[in-house]
């Protein structure tokens, strides 16, 4: 009984965290093959869980029950240590649009969107709501061009670029494993 309540109370929640802002459309014709690999986090909007991170990395590979298994990373200097999430994410929808739902904490999802892409380059991601959002390449760093085309688009769909974080990649050559 506790436990059906509990969901009934969280249900309004849980719908909320999926879904995104209004004025965004997910890409379409997209293709989970040409995602995986490795992407550099070149920029985001502040919040909990990467607050302070710099050379901050995600790595997508297919799981064995369909979905994604999602490893981000990023160094604190501050601490001067690795932190590492690993998750699981799954179409919403199509599999050919660029629309997921990503869990790092048990059962508890989010959206990931990716709304601009070149599989070979960069990456424009949001979550349920102009609070979340990332700029992801293949590279440690972008063009100034892919940077003004970023924020042009943001501020056209009611993110605010001024609170961007630009992410530092200056560390990558640093040893993971023994800085864990």
């Not at 014709?29 to 869980?49: N, P």
């Not at 760093?141 to 769909?157: N, R």
Request: net charge positive.
């Amino acid at each position: 009984m506790k436990q059906k309540l509990l969901f009934l109370l969280l249900s309004p929640f849980l719908a909320s965290c999926l879904g995104y802002p209004e004025n965004v459309k997910p890409v379409s014709g997209f293709q989970i093959q040409s995602y995986l690999g490795e992407w550099y986090e070149i920029a985001r909007l502040d919040h909990k869980f990467e607050r302070g991170l710099d050379n901050v990395t995600a790595v997508y590979s297919l799981r064995d029950d369909g979905g994604v298994k999602v490893q981000n990373r990023g160094y604190s200097g501050k601490k001067d240590k690795w932190k590492e999430a690993v998750g699981r994410g799954y179409f919403v929808k199509q599999h050919d649009v660029g629309y997921l739902k990503v869990s790092f904490f048990g059962p508890f999802f989010g959206s990931y969107v990716i709304f601009e892409l070149d599989d070979r380059e960069y990456a424009f991601v949001c979550g349920s709501n102009t609070s979340y959002l990332w700029l992801l390449s293949r590279k440690p760093t972008v063009s100034e061009q892919i940077k003004k085309k970023f924020i042009t688009t943001i501020e056209q769909l009611g993110f605010d670029s001024k609170k961007l974080i630009w992410v530092s990649q200056t560390k990558n050559d640093l040893n993971f494993s023994k800085s864990q």
